[in-house]
């Protein structure tokens, strides 16, 4: 599949230009560093302006980290979205959600896909930390509880993941930056926000059709970036004491 960029209407790329402006305006003082300094690092390929065009952005993103973005249809099978990883490309919608629907939608379109997910590319050690979580995701691609863990961790991370900075909680999940209601409600005095605990975050079920009720804040990105040996180690765990237990049946 492939963008096909001259089918973008004039009301597509005003939707593009109020939702990029309004959400870098509501995330200056929100996001985590890092998200901030790699989207200035695509100044020119991927904002206000105009709908980005993959081709430039894929030229920028493949020079710096050897990523791609990976034109796909909507939601795809989890075991086809590790695979993408695995290869270092990351799947995008190129739908944009419409005027009526700028705070919120369930299914994630291409500005979810390309404005919350796409920045952090540009950061090596997380560009890298992606490529080592769709290998892990194919390794137990025929794993079933392992597969739920695993996106229990991309759900709660990824998608929903806060960081402490020293100018306080900050966002770094793409399902937050990317929503001008989500972006605000984290930082209510009444959220949820439990510290980053790896054994409580795979075992958590989760929704796709609200907002999150309850996130889990890493202590810095480090903690975020480094968990995935510790998540072999449990999914190995977890797989020694499952066939121990069938074994004594």
């Known amino acids: 599949m492939q963008q096909h960029y001259d089918q973008y209407t004039p009301a597509d790329q005003a939707v593009w230009k109020t939702l990029f402006d309004r959400q870098v305006d509501n995330l200056r003082h929100k996001a985590c560093t890092d998200f901030l300094a790699c ?55 190129t739908w944009l959600r419409s005027m009526e629907q700028l705070d919120y939608l369930e299914e994630p379109d291409m500005f979810h896909d390309i404005f919350g997910h796409i920045p952090l590319f540009m950061d090596g050690s997380y560009a890298e930390f992606m490529y080592a979580f769709g290998k892990l995701g194919v390794q137990w691609k025929d794993n079933p509880a392992a597969i739920a863990a695993l996106r229990s961790l991309y759900w709660f991370t990824i998608e929903f993941g806060l960081v402490v900075e020293e100018r306080g909680r900050r966002i770094y999940g793409a399902g937050i930056l990317s929503s001008y209601g989500e972006s605000k409600q984290v930082f209510d005095m009444t959220t949820v926000v439990h510290p980053f605990d790896l054994g409580r975050i795979l075992g958590t079920e989760f929704r796709t059709d609200i907002m999150q009720n309850a996130y889990f804040e890493a202590e810095s990105m480090q903690q975020f ?20 237990s069938q074994s004594g049946r």
Do not use: M, Y
Request: hydrophobic share 35%.
């Open 39 to 93: 989207l200035q690092k695509l100044d020119g390929v991927l904002d206000g302006r105009a709908i980005p065009n993959f081709d430039d952005l894929n030229d920028r993103l493949h020079a710096h980290v050897g990523w791609q973005v990976e034109v796909v249809p909507g939601h795809i099978p989890v075991n086809d979205f590790f695979s993408l990883l695995a290869r270092r490309r990351f799947p995008s919608s």
């Open 225 to 244: 970036l480094g968990c995935l040996p510790l998540v072999q180690d449990q999914l190995r765990e977890t797989q020694r004491r499952s066939r121990g």
